[in-house]
DNA sequence: TATATTGTTTAGTCTTGACTAAACAATATA
DNA sequence: TATATTGTTTAGTCAAGACTAAACAATATA
C-alpha cells in the first residue's frame, strides 16, 4: 500500500469516526465500521485494538454494539482460537431496519396523541397528521430501499 | 383541556424531547418541538421557559438552534414586545433537506476514498461502491419525499 | 496441573456538552 | 433620564457516557 493510500485509509476511518459521532454514537464504533469497510477483512479482535490504538474493553464494548445493530459480525478461523469480525454481508438493510424501527415508535407516539386529543383543536390535530404523513412517507422509502438493495 | 389530555400533551412533550436526544439533539430542544407541535402558538419567549420549567438561556440557546435546523421560527405580534415563536410552515422539508447534506458529504467521503484506492482492491472497492449505491438511493428517496409533501 | 491467551466486566478517570444563574446589552416605557 | 423588560452571553456546575486499565472468567495449550 502507498503512503498515499495509507493516508486515505485513516481519513477515511476518521471521518466515518466523526459521522457516527454526529448520529449519537460513540466515535470508536464509527472507526471499526471505517476500518472494516475499506480495508481486508476479517479482523482478529487483537488487530483491531492495536490497529485503531483503543483498549480491549472499547473493542469488546463497540464490537458488540456493531453487532445488535446487525452492521458486523463476529466470525470464527479454522486453527485460530480468538474471534474476527467482519462487515455484515448486508448492513445498510440492518441499518434500514434500525431505523424504520425508531420512526413506527414516534409514528405511534403520534397517533397516540392525536388520538386522545379533542378533534374541535383543528390546528393540532392537522400538525399531528401532518407528522404521521411524514413519518409514514419516510418508513415506505425505506422499505422500498431495502427493497431494492434486496435484489 | 381535561386532564387526561394534559397528560397527553405533557407525554407527548417529553417523548419527542426523548426522541431528539436519541438522535443526539439537546433534550429541550426535543421537548420544544414537541409542546410548539401539541399546542396552539406561537408562545412568548418567557412562555416557554415557564412551560418548560427551564432556564431563559436554554430557551436562547435552543430556540436558536431549531431555527438554524429551519423547523420553528421567531415571530412578532403587533403590540407586543417580545419574540414569539412557533413551528415553520415546513419543518419537514428542511429536516430532509439538512439530513441530505450531511448524508452528501458521507457519500462525498466513500467516493474520495473509492478514487484514491487501487482498483485491484476488488473486495474493498466493491464495498465502497454499495456503500455509495446505498448513499445515492437514500438521497433519492428524500428528495422524492420532499417533492411529495410540497405538492 | 500450571501457564498463556482471549474476551468481558468492573471501577474509575476524563471529556463533552447540557443546563442554570447571573451579568450584560439593547430597547421600550414611564 | 431612570426604570423595566427582554433576549443573549458568560461563567460555572453537573451528569452522562466514552474510554482505559486492571481484575476476572473461561478456555486452550504446554
Redesign the pocket.
Known sequence: MTKKEQEIVEQFIEQK?MEY?AE??????GRLMGLLLIEEGPF???ELAERL????????????LLENLGVIE?VSKP??????FQQSSEPYLSLLAGINLRLNRALANAKQARDGLSKSRKKVQSRLARLETFYQGFIENNKRLIQSLES
Open positions: 469516526g459521532q449519537g454514537l460513540p466515535r470508536i464504533a482478529a479482535f487483537g490504538q483503543v483498549s480491549r474493553g472499547s473493542i469488546s464494548t463497540n464490537t458488540r463476529r486453527g485460530k482460537r480468538g474471534d474476527f
